[in-house]
């Protein structure tokens, strides 16, 4: 998997850049410390998968996410992490709000385990999503103390399932950590994705479209 | 004046490797050491007697806050400075005696001075 890798700060950089390079199936074609080169490196290399800060030069606020739509915009092949610094919803709302295919948002605290990382590259290179758990209990927490609706319809469990699967988890790595069988798992989450309106979804992200058609249903990410 | 002496101490090579170059860039300060555990940073500073050490916290065996109360326990103890990915909430840093903590995603020589001159006013 070829990836070009963007952030301002030379310590991450380097650090994750060695990291990466040690990485067998990864092949690190560039890495970049600002925005404008980080399109220009996609341009030129077209990579598989893009890691990339947020924060960046020249105003150190959503540089990263400004490109990561860019990019799958324009090179539709590529799918983009982002890495931020703390949870920030606004910001996972803001990539996420035009659909979650080959995006990808993780705390930068994951960068030093590799293999979380690489998983993550890996599945935005396939059309999929990777978003941090954090990242999740974020969203689902900062909206459940807003909503009369959608969520409220989910039992505890369900609830519970919902937060496993949204993060990309699978079915048997759900059951695992929720100390339940995986039929079990698949039942909930069927019944989820029933009382979420998600019953006819053919797409691969289904499961983390359950937590954005949870946030379109309570006015989330469309009405910031 | 001489150099300030550094021991930089990480359990991955490559953050390792990057920490000494942002140490090297930065003026009055050299790197005299580097260990990629908290027991073999107390080993080697016993030995370099270093003026700062730039500890991560997340280390296998003895983590860096442990690590860092070892160093401070001791009869010429360096100032240390933690580093993390991690933000520092997550962290139960009192009484370690680390003069400071910086986030990894935000340290460079700037940072490394300005918490060297905070430590050592």
New interface residues.
């Given amino acids: 998997m070829r990836v070009v890798f963007a952030d301002d700060?030379?310590?991450?950089?380097?650090?994750?850049?060695?990291?990466l390079?040690?990485t067998t199936d990864i092949e690190l074609v560039e890495t970049v410390a600002d925005p404008d080169a980080l399109l220009a490196a996609v341009g030129v290399h077209r990579p598989d998968a893009v890691l990339t800060?947020i924060r960046m030069p020249p105003t150190f606020t959503t540089e990263g996410i400004d490109a990561a739509k860019r990019i799958r915009a324009e090179f539709p092949a590529t799918g983009v992490v982002v890495l931020s610094?703390?949870v920030e919803e606004d910001y996972a709302f803001e990539l996420l709000c035009d659909g979650v295919e080959g995006l990808g948002y993780l705390l930068?605290?994951r960068?030093?385990q590799v293999d979380d990382l690489v998983r993550a590259l890996y599945d935005v290179s396939r059309g999929g999503s990777a978003l941090d758990p954090k990242v999740v209990e974020g969203l689902l927490a900062r909206k459940s103390t807003e909503s009369t609706s959608a969520l409220l319809g989910l039992t505890e469990r369900e609830l519970e399932v919902l937060q496993e699967v949204a993060t990309g988890r699978s079915n048997a790595a759900t059951a695992t950590t929720l100390f339940m069988s995986e039929r079990a798992v698949e039942k909930h989450v069927g019944a989820v994705f029933q009382k979420l309106g998600l019953v006819h979804e053919s797409d691969v992200n289904r499961r983390v479209m359950a937590v954005l058609a949870y946030l379109d249903a309570t006015g989330g990410a469309r009405t910031r | 004046m001489p150099d300030l002496r550094v021991l930089v101490v990480d359990d991955q090579e490559p953050f390792r490797r990057a920490m000494r170059a942002v140490v090297d860039e930065t003026e009055g300060f050299v790197v005299v050491g580097s260990a990629g555990s908290g027991e073999e940073s107390l080993a080697m500073a016993t030995e370099l007697l270093p003026d700062l050490v730039l500890m991560d916290v997340n280390l296998p065996g003895i983590d860096g806050i442990e690590a860092t109360r070892r160093l401070r326990a001791g009869a010429q103890p360096p100032v240390v400075i933690l580093l993390s990915t991690y933000d520092e909430d997550q962290f139960d840093l009192a009484g370690c005696g680390a003069a400071s903590y910086i986030a990894k995603a935000v340290f460079g020589p700037d940072r490394l001075s300005e918490a060297w001159a905070g430590a050592c006013p």
């Fill in positions: 700060n030379f310590l991450v950089r380097e650090g994750v850049a060695g990291l390079t040690e800060d610094q703390y930068k605290e960068v030093t």
